[in-house]
Protein backbone atom coordinates (compact mmCIF):
# COMPACT_ATOMS: atom_id res chain seq x y z
CA UNK A 1 0.00 0.00 0.00
CA UNK A 2 1.13 3.27 -0.85
CA UNK A 3 1.83 6.00 1.60
CA UNK A 4 3.13 9.61 2.00
CA UNK A 5 5.43 9.87 4.99
CA UNK A 6 5.10 13.20 7.15
CA UNK A 7 6.35 13.88 10.34
CA UNK A 8 3.29 14.06 13.22
CA UNK A 9 4.29 17.52 14.29
CA UNK A 10 6.31 20.76 13.71
CA UNK A 11 6.99 23.57 15.71
CA UNK A 12 8.36 27.33 15.96
CA UNK A 13 8.07 30.88 17.51
CA UNK A 14 6.87 33.60 15.63
CA UNK A 15 9.39 34.15 12.78
CA UNK A 16 11.20 31.11 12.26
CA UNK A 17 10.96 29.01 9.38
CA UNK A 18 9.22 25.58 9.64
CA UNK A 19 10.16 22.70 7.38
CA UNK A 20 8.11 20.05 6.61
CA UNK A 21 8.70 16.77 4.66
CA UNK A 22 6.74 14.51 3.12
CA UNK A 23 8.26 11.09 1.33
CA UNK A 24 7.12 8.32 -0.47
CA UNK A 25 8.30 6.23 -3.21
CA UNK A 26 8.99 5.72 -6.93
CA UNK A 27 5.07 5.30 -7.96
CA UNK A 28 3.86 8.52 -6.31
CA UNK A 29 5.80 11.36 -5.54
CA UNK A 30 9.05 10.56 -7.95
CA UNK A 31 6.96 10.62 -10.83
CA UNK A 32 4.21 12.71 -9.69
CA UNK A 33 3.27 16.19 -8.65
CA UNK A 34 3.11 16.94 -4.76
CA UNK A 35 0.45 18.81 -3.60
CA UNK A 36 -0.11 20.97 0.17
CA UNK A 37 -3.07 21.52 2.03
CA UNK A 38 -3.49 23.92 5.26
CA UNK A 39 -6.06 23.17 7.64
CA UNK A 40 -7.60 24.87 10.39
CA UNK A 41 -9.75 22.96 13.03
CA UNK A 42 -13.56 22.08 12.25
CA UNK A 43 -12.84 23.39 8.29
CA UNK A 44 -12.13 21.98 5.03
CA UNK A 45 -8.56 21.92 3.24
CA UNK A 46 -6.99 25.12 1.87
CA UNK A 47 -4.86 24.03 -1.06
CA UNK A 48 -1.38 26.03 -0.11
CA UNK A 49 1.23 24.49 -2.75
CA UNK A 50 -0.01 22.70 -6.04
CA UNK A 51 2.66 21.06 -8.41
CA UNK A 52 5.37 20.89 -6.18
CA UNK A 53 5.97 24.78 -6.64
CA UNK A 54 3.23 26.48 -7.47
CA UNK A 55 1.31 28.71 -5.19
CA UNK A 56 -2.49 29.56 -5.93
CA UNK A 57 -3.26 33.06 -5.86
CA UNK A 58 -3.82 34.52 -1.75
CA UNK A 59 -1.66 32.41 -0.91
CA UNK A 60 1.76 34.24 0.79
CA UNK A 61 5.59 33.54 -0.24
CA UNK A 62 6.00 33.04 2.73
CA UNK A 63 4.83 29.35 1.45
CA UNK A 64 7.60 27.62 -0.41
CA UNK A 65 7.71 24.11 -1.86
CA UNK A 66 10.38 21.92 -3.18
CA UNK A 67 10.72 17.96 -4.39
CA UNK A 68 13.82 16.21 -5.35
CA UNK A 69 13.45 12.04 -5.45
CA UNK A 70 10.70 10.87 -3.86
CA UNK A 71 10.57 13.38 -0.91
CA UNK A 72 9.20 17.20 -0.82
CA UNK A 73 8.85 19.66 1.60
CA UNK A 74 6.86 22.89 2.47
CA UNK A 75 8.41 25.66 3.91
CA UNK A 76 7.01 28.09 6.25
CA UNK A 77 9.37 31.37 6.75
CA UNK A 78 8.58 33.88 9.08
CA UNK A 79 6.27 32.02 11.15
CA UNK A 80 2.66 33.18 12.05
CA UNK A 81 0.22 32.52 14.79
CA UNK A 82 -1.95 31.97 12.04
CA UNK A 83 -0.10 29.56 10.58
CA UNK A 84 -0.82 27.08 13.15
CA UNK A 85 -2.79 24.38 11.42
CA UNK A 86 -2.47 20.67 9.93
CA UNK A 87 -0.53 20.54 6.68
CA UNK A 88 -1.25 17.31 4.61
CA UNK A 89 0.42 16.44 1.49
CA UNK A 90 -0.76 14.69 -1.97
CA UNK A 91 0.15 13.20 -4.76
CA UNK A 92 -1.04 10.83 -7.75
CA UNK A 93 -0.24 6.99 -6.99
CA UNK A 94 0.16 5.37 -10.46
CA UNK A 95 -0.24 1.80 -9.03
CA UNK A 96 -3.25 2.94 -7.29
CA UNK A 97 -4.53 4.89 -10.08
CA UNK A 98 -5.62 7.57 -7.25
CA UNK A 99 -4.71 10.75 -5.08
CA UNK A 100 -2.99 9.32 -1.71
CA UNK A 101 -2.71 11.67 1.24
CA UNK A 102 0.17 12.05 3.62
CA UNK A 103 -0.20 11.61 7.18
CA UNK A 104 -0.65 15.23 8.16
CA UNK A 105 1.50 17.34 10.29
CA UNK A 106 0.42 19.38 12.89
CA UNK A 107 2.82 22.96 12.77
CA UNK A 108 2.30 24.70 16.67
CA UNK A 109 3.56 28.30 17.01
CA UNK A 110 5.19 28.44 20.68
CA UNK B 1 -18.00 33.29 -6.96
CA UNK B 2 -17.47 29.58 -6.63
CA UNK B 3 -18.98 28.03 -4.14
CA UNK B 4 -19.91 24.46 -3.32
CA UNK B 5 -22.70 24.02 -0.98
CA UNK B 6 -23.34 20.09 0.87
CA UNK B 7 -26.01 18.48 2.10
CA UNK B 8 -26.13 18.19 5.99
CA UNK B 9 -25.19 15.77 8.09
CA UNK B 10 -26.60 12.24 8.06
CA UNK B 11 -27.00 9.54 10.85
CA UNK B 12 -27.08 6.01 9.46
CA UNK B 13 -27.89 2.80 10.43
CA UNK B 14 -24.80 -0.28 9.72
CA UNK B 15 -25.63 -1.81 6.58
CA UNK B 16 -27.52 1.37 5.28
CA UNK B 17 -26.96 4.04 2.44
CA UNK B 18 -26.56 7.38 2.48
CA UNK B 19 -26.13 9.92 -0.68
CA UNK B 20 -24.54 13.48 -0.04
CA UNK B 21 -25.14 16.18 -2.25
CA UNK B 22 -22.72 18.95 -3.83
CA UNK B 23 -24.62 22.07 -5.15
CA UNK B 24 -22.28 23.82 -7.48
CA UNK B 25 -22.16 27.61 -8.09
CA UNK B 26 -20.23 30.24 -9.76
CA UNK B 27 -18.20 28.63 -12.86
CA UNK B 28 -19.28 26.70 -15.72
CA UNK B 29 -20.28 23.10 -14.11
CA UNK B 30 -19.42 21.23 -17.10
CA UNK B 31 -16.21 22.33 -17.49
CA UNK B 32 -14.90 21.16 -14.46
CA UNK B 33 -13.95 17.67 -12.44
CA UNK B 34 -15.32 17.11 -8.85
CA UNK B 35 -13.68 14.71 -6.27
CA UNK B 36 -14.95 13.51 -3.17
CA UNK B 37 -12.55 13.23 -0.43
CA UNK B 38 -13.72 11.82 3.07
CA UNK B 39 -11.52 12.48 6.95
CA UNK B 40 -12.88 9.93 9.45
CA UNK B 41 -11.68 11.93 12.84
CA UNK B 42 -8.41 13.02 13.62
CA UNK B 43 -7.68 10.57 10.91
CA UNK B 44 -5.60 11.47 7.10
CA UNK B 45 -7.93 12.88 4.16
CA UNK B 46 -9.09 10.01 2.16
CA UNK B 47 -9.61 10.48 -1.45
CA UNK B 48 -12.77 8.21 -2.80
CA UNK B 49 -13.12 9.55 -6.65
CA UNK B 50 -13.86 12.01 -9.01
CA UNK B 51 -16.53 13.11 -11.96
CA UNK B 52 -16.07 14.82 -14.97
CA UNK B 53 -19.01 16.54 -14.59
CA UNK B 54 -19.68 17.37 -18.51
CA UNK B 55 -19.64 13.81 -19.92
CA UNK B 56 -20.18 11.65 -16.53
CA UNK B 57 -17.51 9.99 -16.55
CA UNK B 58 -15.87 8.32 -13.16
CA UNK B 59 -13.13 7.16 -11.49
CA UNK B 60 -13.20 5.21 -7.95
CA UNK B 61 -10.29 4.96 -5.44
CA UNK B 62 -10.07 1.26 -5.44
CA UNK B 63 -10.78 1.08 -2.01
CA UNK B 64 -14.31 1.82 -2.48
CA UNK B 65 -15.28 0.58 -6.07
CA UNK B 66 -17.82 -1.25 -5.86
CA UNK B 67 -19.33 0.64 -2.78
CA UNK B 68 -19.57 4.21 -3.70
CA UNK B 69 -21.29 5.90 -7.02
CA UNK B 70 -20.42 9.26 -7.93
CA UNK B 71 -23.01 10.82 -10.30
CA UNK B 72 -24.68 14.74 -11.70
CA UNK B 73 -27.36 16.60 -12.50
CA UNK B 74 -26.18 18.88 -14.73
CA UNK B 75 -29.46 20.91 -14.93
CA UNK B 76 -29.14 20.93 -11.17
CA UNK B 77 -25.21 21.76 -11.38
CA UNK B 78 -24.97 19.22 -8.34
CA UNK B 79 -23.01 16.31 -8.00
CA UNK B 80 -23.58 13.37 -5.66
CA UNK B 81 -21.82 10.85 -3.74
CA UNK B 82 -23.56 7.69 -2.64
CA UNK B 83 -21.71 5.28 -0.20
CA UNK B 84 -23.23 1.83 0.67
CA UNK B 85 -23.08 -1.18 3.08
CA UNK B 86 -21.85 1.31 5.51
CA UNK B 87 -20.13 0.75 8.99
CA UNK B 88 -19.00 2.40 11.65
CA UNK B 89 -15.57 3.15 10.44
CA UNK B 90 -17.19 5.23 7.33
CA UNK B 91 -18.27 7.89 10.15
CA UNK B 92 -16.27 10.66 8.52
CA UNK B 93 -16.93 14.14 7.49
CA UNK B 94 -17.37 13.54 3.47
CA UNK B 95 -16.00 16.86 1.14
CA UNK B 96 -16.57 17.73 -2.69
CA UNK B 97 -13.71 19.23 -4.35
CA UNK B 98 -13.49 21.18 -7.81
CA UNK B 99 -10.25 20.97 -9.85
CA UNK B 100 -8.55 24.37 -10.12
CA UNK B 101 -8.13 24.78 -13.30
CA UNK B 102 -10.93 23.34 -16.01
CA UNK B 103 -10.64 21.41 -19.42
CA UNK B 104 -8.69 18.98 -18.47
CA UNK B 105 -6.51 17.28 -15.09
CA UNK B 106 -5.71 19.33 -12.45
CA UNK B 107 -6.45 17.18 -9.39
CA UNK B 108 -5.32 19.49 -7.00
CA UNK B 109 -8.31 21.57 -5.32
CA UNK B 110 -8.84 25.22 -4.18
CA UNK B 111 -12.84 25.27 -4.09
CA UNK B 112 -14.15 22.87 -1.30
CA UNK B 113 -17.58 22.16 -0.19
CA UNK B 114 -17.93 22.61 3.76
CA UNK B 115 -18.28 19.19 4.75
CA UNK B 116 -21.45 16.57 5.24
CA UNK B 117 -20.98 14.97 8.77
CA UNK B 118 -21.78 11.29 8.20
CA UNK B 119 -22.09 9.41 11.35
CA UNK B 120 -22.81 5.21 11.45
CA UNK B 121 -24.36 4.00 14.78
CA UNK B 122 -26.31 1.27 15.35
Known amino acids: QSVLTQPPSASGTPGQRVTISCSGSSSDIRGNNIHWYQQLPGTAPKLLMYNNIQRPSGVPDRFSGSKSGTSASLAISGLQSEDEADYWCAAWDDSLNGMIFGGGTKVTVL | QVQLVQSGAEVKKPGASVKVSCKASGYTFSTYNIHWVRQAPGQRLEWMGW????????KYSQKFQGRVTISRDTSATTVYMELSSLTSEDTAAYYC???????????????WGQGTLVTVSS
Open chain 2, 51 to 58: IAAGNGYT
Open chain 2, 97 to 111: ARDLYSGGWYPYFQN
